[in-house]
């Protein structure tokens, strides 16, 4: 691993020049992208083999499981974290969180590969609300009705939940706004956190070395970085009524992943999530290993043979004697037909301060991308699989990557979204906010 400084972001700054300065002497930019693949290329990507230790999720449920995960629910042990910084570039629709069905070029909803058999909904009859929201107020909405069902005040429940959403730079102060217009989902203001991911500008070589320069686009080191911004001093926040920031030292931070059992990673374009957001099978499974010293579940999940997507391959390393995560940024381009397994990016961290403190002090690997003439750095998130002991988890039958990557999943997304709405009583629980968005 490199050595990184996570005090601060302008130490994680320092750090990347550093790493350049170190790998890249004598080096031009152009020198470096004919470099790129071998440099970011797992080192035993020659010996990867079939994954072979693959824990099938059902071989362990037991309804004592599940009932467990709903009582972690229902107590607040379980961090809910959001990812959305991302700029949907493949989609070409802007920051992800503000994708609205109502507002997609006409181009988009047409037939392709990943169209729901039923036919594409016409947009125009969907709620009136952004993906972030959707998101976000589907986690609400299933956690009111657990609570109802176990016979529990839903605000007392609503009150215990710990969620970071994480946005980005520009969409910062028109996404905060509008979570004040909704009252905080109902969640205490304490309790619902942001960190705004920076971008950084590309790093180019000068006289002195390499530098940051201002003269490039600035672009986000992706979700690892995000990762490890979390780790820092008072980079996590929330908002009092009044729109005031107050900012979290590392320790209160970490105080509130303490109290929790579970955290779970969602990202906001996976479809299946829209009308099935608490996933009891796999948060029981995520605290059944943390009992036995696991500090990381990934869900495996089949690629789409029709409409294969690049991700992170799950492999066996037999130096390593386990299954593997590979991230994309380290397959030295592998093409998309040949990841038949890959995360789901539905990450579970048991006792989520141990695998975080382990991220603090020892950091992940730092890949690199080349664009628009300068270098930037690409962590990823999966790369957290190589701190910790970690499972490969994959279901009885297999499922295959369900999200809204291009343009061409599109109908599939908005069948998705039809879908939501048309859950019992869901278009009420949002009427109240659903005009705003």
């Known amino acids: 691993m490199p050595c990184l400084d996570l005090t601060s972001l302008e130490a994680y700054a320092e750090s990347c020049r550093r790493i350049a300065d170190e790998d890249f002497d004598g080096l031009g930019v152009a020198e470096v992208a004919a470099q790129e693949e071998d440099y970011n290329a797992y080192p035993r990507l020659d010996l990867l083999q079939p994954p072979k230790d693959l824990l099938i999720l059902e071989d362990h449920l037991t309804d004592a499981l599940r009932d467990r995960a709903r009582r972690a629910v229902l107590d607040g042990r379980v961090f809910w974290e959001h990812a959305a910084a991302g700029e949907a570039t493949r989609l070409k629709l802007g920051p992800k969180y503000l994708i609205h069905p109502h507002r997609l070029p006409p181009s988009y909803t047409g037939a392709g590969p990943a169209a729901d058999p039923d036919g594409t909904p016409d947009p125009r009859g969907l709620l009136p609300m952004v993906l972030g929201a959707r998101h976000l107020w589907q986690l609400v909405f299933e956690i009111t009705r657990l609570s109802e069902e176990a016979g529990r005040d839903p605000k007392t429940?609503?009150?215990?939940?710990?969620?970071?959403?994480?946005?980005?730079?520009?969409?910062?102060?028109?996404?905060?706004?509008?979570?004040?217009r909704v009252n905080f989902l109902g969640l205490p203001p304490d309790r619902l956190l942001f960190l705004v991911q920076p971008n950084f500008h590309g790093l180019t070589p000068g006289p002195e070395g390499w530098r940051f320069d201002a003269q490039t686009p600035a672009r986000l080191h992706n979700h690892g970085q995000m990762a490890m911004q979390k780790t820092m001093d008072r980079q996590v926040f929330h908002l009092g009524r009044d729109g005031r920031e107050h900012r979290l030292s590392r320790a209160e931070f970490f105080g509130l992943l303490d109290e929790c059992a579970d955290l779970v990673s969602y990202n906001i374009e996976d479809l299946d999530y829209l009308t099935r957001a608490l996933d009891f099978d796999t948060i029981g499974q995520a605290l059944r290993l943390g009992d036995q010293g696991y500090g990381m579940s990934m869900e495996i999940v089949a690629n789409n043979p029709e409409h294969p997507v690049k991700g992170g391959l799950c492999a066996h390393d037999p130096a390593l004697g386990r299954d593997v995560v590979v991230e994309s940024f380290r397959l030295r381009g592998l093409e998309?037909?040949?990841?038949?397994?890959?995360?789901?990016n539905f990450n579970h961290y048991p006792h989520p301060g141990l695998i975080f403190r382990r991220l603090h002090e020892e950091g992940i690997f730092m890949p690199v991308t080349v664009k628009d003439g300068a270098v930037y750095f690409q962590p990823v998130q999966g790369d957290l699989n190589f701190l910790v002991k970690t499972a490969c988890l994959a279901r009885r039958v297999p499922t295959v990557l369900h999200s809204w990557k291009a343009p061409e999943d599109t109908p599939a997304a908005l069948a998705a979204m039809a879908r939501q709405d048309a859950q019992p009583g869901f278009a009420d629980f949002v009427a109240a906010v659903a005009a705003k968005d």
Request: with cysteine; glycine share 0%.
């Open 157 to 180: 429940v609503l009150a215990r939940q710990k969620m970071l959403v994480i946005v980005n730079e520009r969409e910062r102060n028109h996404i905060c706004a509008r979570f004040r």
């Open 336 to 344: 998309p037909r040949r990841i038949t397994h890959l995360n789901k």
